[in-house]
């Protein structure tokens, strides 16, 4: 089935820029999924971040928009963040996750989010 | 963006107890409604989706209800294993995605 596992440095200083990686196993990246990013602050609830098939079409938060850029990989059957401008307000576990959709009669539904990576804490600090 | 709220935001019960969960939505999202499971340190866990159909091996003691603004995640026999924090998510506003505050499930 279907894995996902998040890398990239814990620790990134205030004003810089955040970058991690979801790596897809069991499974293709090009297949009609989308892939998300979720973020959870030590202790709070879950946002969404933004997602991207493998076309390349992104969709953001529109809280976030303006800093984070969404990429893929295909040959390497991976996905990347990238979150400018960091704040300690960034530091959060960050998660990547398969978005699911389905057709129902003419009209898609979704997404959902199902499997999750195990998820890799970032702590903005300098 | 839609606002999704829970209640409550956490409750203590004992192993055996049927336990309902509230979310509200602050303007009607048909039946667009997810719920996930969280443990600590873990990543949430798909439990349900369009408000009642139950994931792949989902234990049947979880169901989900309700359309509009109103829903209801209803555990019928607590099990050990549930003492969780369970959280909603609407996608009816796509791709503008919110989830709930969630609601931690304590045990007596």
């Known amino acids: 089935q279907v894995q996902l596992q998040e890398s990239g440095p814990g620790l990134v200083k205030p004003s810089g820029t955040l970058s991690l990686t979801c790596a897809v196993s069991?499974?293709?990246?090009?297949?009609?999924?989308?892939w998300s990013w979720v973020r959870q602050p030590p202790g709070k609830g879950l946002e969404w971040i933004g997602e991207?098939?493998?076309?390349?079409?992104?969709n953001y938060n529109p809280s976030l928009k303006s800093r984070v850029t969404i990429s893929v990989d295909k040959s390497k059957n991976q996905f990347s963040l990238k979150l400018s401008s960091v704040t300690a307000a960034d530091t959060a576990v960050y998660y990547c996750?398969?978005?699911?959709?389905?057709?129902?009669?003419?009209?898609?539904?979704?997404?959902?989010?199902?499997?999750w990576g195990q998820g890799t804490l970032v702590t903005v600090s300098s | 963006a839609i606002r999704m709220t829970q209640s409550p935001s956490s409750f203590s019960a004992s192993t055996g107890d049927r336990v309902t969960i509230t979310c509200r939505a602050s303007?009607?999202?048909?039946?667009?409604l997810a719920w996930y499971q969280q443990k600590p340190g873990k990543a949430p866990k798909l439990l349900i989706y369009?408000?009642?159909t139950l994931q792949s091996g989902v234990p049947s003691r979880f169901s989900g209800s309700g359309s509009g603004t109103d829903f209801t995640l209803t555990i019928s026999c607590l099990q050990s294993e549930d003492f969780a924090t369970y959280y909603c998510?609407?996608?009816?506003?796509?791709?503008?995605?919110?989830f709930g505050g969630g609601t931690k499930v304590e045990i007596k």
């Open positions: 996750a398969r978005a699911i959709t389905m057709i129902v009669v003419v009209i898609t539904t979704g997404p959902w989010f199902d499997p």
């Open positions: 069991g499974g293709s990246i090009s297949s009609s999924n989308w």
């Open positions: 991207i098939y493998h076309s390349g079409s992104t």
């Open positions: 303007q009607g999202i048909s039946s667009y």
């Open positions: 369009a408000a009642s």
């Open positions: 998510q609407q996608y009816y506003s796509y791709p503008h995605l919110t």
